[in-house]
């Protein structure tokens, strides 16, 4: 929980913005109007008003009343309650949330009166772009009575939430849609927006974020809106944003009673009741007072078929920051999956893959500790004894968990494929392209492609690997793009929201869409994959950078819509890693092999993504 002191800055600030940005015209902000807000018995849903900002932020409010509906004793600590007399406006919101700072002495069922300050408070602060929470600040509360019956939740349903996501935020006011009356009937945003703080329920609802370990998992309440195959919403496009999501939390301290344990496809059969809150990494969360049950759907993690003689399998996947201080029982179930679920490919490019101490800062940059733990741990599971390459990158220069020196490696099966060594290659070594014997050759190999370009900075330098089956070269590039940090969240204020990380994604595309052009000018039919975990959609600009000019073909789109996804973010099944070919690589064989995302218990919280091909 952040403390009070921060709370009361980002508040202070919102307050600040607010005025500037003339959301207060006309609010009081005299001691004399203030006074007259009080004597007028101010209601709940005078202080949430019609917009997202309080008509009312900054001022003293004296003697609201309502009945206490949650109470959160863990966290930011506080309690909701809500006026059992509704106004005749389906924009204004009959509950609040009143921060107390330290346990509430309050129970639900308790009616109370309230006084304190209003203040809107932003999860994960101004730079966030989060929209604010309004709520009670610094509150003097007196309990009228208790055991009184909670206003009957509001429930929602396919129905209640409308299909369009947001409005368009006001370009006079940056792109936020604060200052916008809210439209509950039309804009999912809007209808939640309109019950901040009210006691809300859901119904039997499909699973479709599986439970992580903040204990929290998402549910729809629109089964059939982009569903998956195996019972996720798709995300499919920036205009698509899946409205029937919605997070569930427990207000029931985990000690008390342990969260349930959920899968993508699971179902959380009967009622889930409690306030609607605002959370920095869900945006409108269900604070659950009572749980449905989960029901499990019986989800079970594939498994890829082998490669016939004739193709070449070449997968990608992240390892999520492995170092040899992890337990073995990691190492163990990642090198399972890669025999079992993936039928050991005869490439395979990590992703994370971190330096032999982890996250230790010493100056540490080599990785053959790790690989190696990682590698024996394969052939122990029954898989071939696979080879590797890669460049240790300069220390702490290519971003991640700090000390980390995260890299991507080259295993592969010198059983059916072989490596092309050309020496030189280092962190800093740009390895190019030249003519050998009629073909594409790399002057280095393994080599970085372009690596002190600035598109790399605190990144993940492209790693390129040739390679031979029987024969024929290919060429791989292993990649690990820039994060989303910083990006605003897609229920940011501002609509559309900010994605400031993409400018350097866009540039790091467009330097492997470059290098590819090379390949390609100097052998039209060269085979070239890029792989990898790009962090950005298949339909993103990202992706239209790195295909430019018809160089690559992102061959998850090969895929039936409902199967396109690697991870799964906020109840959203969406794409991060993928493969993408040359235009010689023809009748090629795509999976996104779903074996972590939706689960609660997950090795990786990428899913593996292999492709076959006949060179």
């Given at each position: ?68 509906t ?5 966290g ?14 389906p ?43 309004t ?6 509360v ?10 009957a ?33 039309r ?7 309109s ?23 998402w ?41 349930p ?6 179902v ?54 492995l ?8 190492f163990?179930a ?148 820039a994060?989303?940090?910083g990006?605003?969240?897609?229920f ?33 039919n ?29 061959a ?5 819509r ?35 995302a939706?689960?609660a ?15």
């Amino acid at each position: 929980m952040p403390a009070a002191s921060s709370r009361t800055t980002a508040v202070s600030a919102v307050v600040t913005a607010a005025l500037a940005a003339g959301l207060l015209t006309g609010a009081a902000t005299t001691s004399a109007s203030a006074s007259t807000t009080a004597d007028a018995q101010v209601r709940i849903h005078d202080i949430q008003g019609s917009t997202r900002i309080s008509p009312l932020v900054g001022q003293q409010v004296t003697g609201v009343a309502g009945v206490v509906t949650g109470v959160r004793t863990y966290g930011s600590k506080g309690f909701w309650f809500q006026d059992p007399q509704a106004d005749a406006d389906p924009a204004t919101s009959e509950g609040i949330f009143v921060y107390t700072g330290s346990a509430p002495t309050v129970a639900v069922g308790d009616a109370v009166t309230v006084s304190g300050t209003v203040t809107e408070y932003v999860p994960g602060g101004l730079d966030s772009g989060n929209q604010s929470l309004t709520q009670i600040s610094k509150p003097a509360v007196t309990v009228v009575s208790s055991g009184n019956a909670l206003p009957a939740p509001v429930r929602i349903t396919s129905r209640s939430v409308p299909s369009r996501y947001t409005p368009e935020g006001d370009p006079a006011a940056g792109g936020s849609v604060n200052a916008l009356r809210l439209q509950p009937s039309r804009y999912a945003l809007d209808h939640y927006e309109s019950l901040e703080g009210m006691n809300v329920e859901v119904g039997t609802s499909r699973v479709v974020g599986a439970t992580d370990t903040h204990a929290e998992l998402w549910v729809t309440v629109k089964p059939h809106e982009n569903d998956a195959r195996r019972g996720g919403t798709v995300y499919g496009s920036y205009t698509s944003q899946n409205t029937g999501r919605l997070q569930i939390q427990s207000l029931v301290p985990l000690a008390q009673q342990p969260f349930p344990k959920a899968n993508v496809g699971d179902v959380l059969s009967g009622a889930t009741e409690g306030p609607l809150d605002f959370t920095q990494y869900g945006g409108y969360t269900l604070t659950a007072r009572t749980m449905g049950t989960v029901v499990d759907r019986g989800l079970r993690r594939e498994t890829t078929r082998k490669q016939r003689d004739g193709e070449l399998a070449v997968a990608t996947y992240n390892v999520e920051n492995l170092d040899p201080s992890d337990p073995q029982e990691k190492f163990d179930a990642l090198a399972a999956a890669v025999v079992d679920n993936l039928a050991s490919p005869d490439v395979l490019a990590l992703e994370e893959i971190q330096d032999n101490n982890g996250s230790k800062s010493d100056g540490t940059v080599a990785a053959d500790q790790t690989v190696e733990k990682f590698i024996a741990a394969i052939e122990a599971a029954g898989g071939p004894a696979y080879d590797w390459r890669s460049i240790d990158p300069q220390d702490k220069k290519d971003g991640g968990e700090p000390g980390g020196n995260i890299r991507q490696v080259f295993l592969f099966n010198p059983e059916r494929v072989s490596f092309t060594d050309r020496a030189g290659g280092d962190a800093t070594s740009a390895t190019e392209v030249v003519r050998e014997r009629g073909r594409a050759a790399l002057t280095l190999s393994p080599g970085r492609i372009d690596p002190t370009n600035p598109a790399w900075e605190n990144s993940r330098k492209p790693l390129v690997g040739e390679f031979s089956f029987r024969g024929r070269p290919v060429f791989v590039v292993a990649n690990h793009f820039a994060s989303k940090g910083g990006d605003e969240s897609i229920f940011s204020e501002h609509q559309p929201p900010t994605r400031s990380s993409e400018v350097q994604r866009h540039a790091q595309a467009e330097t492997v869409n470059t290098f590819v052009k090379k390949l390609l000018s100097t052998q039209k039919n060269a085979d070239v994959l890029v792989v990898g975990d790009i962090n950005d959609f298949e339909f993103s600009g990202t992706t239209e950078a790195l295909t430019a000019g018809g160089v690559l073909y992102p061959a998850i789109k090969s895929l039936p819509r409902s199967e396109r996804y690697s991870y799964v973010y906020q109840g959203n099944s969406q794409v991060l890693d993928q493969i993408l070919t040359s235009p010689s690589i023809r009748g090629f064989h795509y999976d996104s092999v779903h074996i972590n995302a939706e689960f609660a218990d997950q090795n990786s919280d990428h899913d593996p993504q292999v492709v076959r091909f006949r060179p």
